[in-house]
Nanobody
Framework: QVQLVESGGGLVQAGGSLRLSCAAS????????MGWYRQAPGKQREMVATITSRGSTNYADSVKDRFTISRDKAKNALYLQMNNLKPEDTAVYYC????????????WGQGTQVTVSS
């Protein structure tokens, strides 16, 4: 089992910045790819950014050049630096850990609220 705990959410004005953190514990070695997902009210959960164990990153088009995902394996931590925030970034942000092949099992944190005011 893997436990993921997010922190760092809050209320910020448009154009501001926030840094989300995710602390991982448990069977960390089983995790390959980690990522951030978000869900706004009335919308489906969507991928924001992912990073593999090798450091390859992938971003949603809507956050490219504004958000940066990083991973500290020594600290079992995942981060999301969010700059130039927009009201449409308002959502609950979830930390995800995926085991990859062959089980492709997903672990989720409880989520942290990010609210961007205009």
């Amino acid at each position: 089992q893997v436990q993921l705990v997010e922190s760092g959410g809050g209320l910020v004005q448009a154009g501001g910045s926030l840094r989300l953190s995710c602390a991982a514990s448990g069977s960390i070695l089983s995790i390959d790819t980690m990522g951030w997902y978000r869900q706004a009210p009335g919308k489906q959960r969507e991928m924001v950014a992912t990073i593999t164990s090798r450091g390859s990153t992938n971003y949603a088009d809507s956050v490219k050049d504004r958000f940066t995902i990083s991973r500290d394996k020594a600290k079992n931590a995942l981060y999301l630096q969010m700059n130039n925030l927009k009201p449409e970034d308002t959502a609950v942000y979830y930390c995800n850990g995926n085991t990859g092949w062959p089980y492709n099992h997903n672990y989720w944190g409880q989520g942290t609220q990010v609210t961007v005011s205009s």
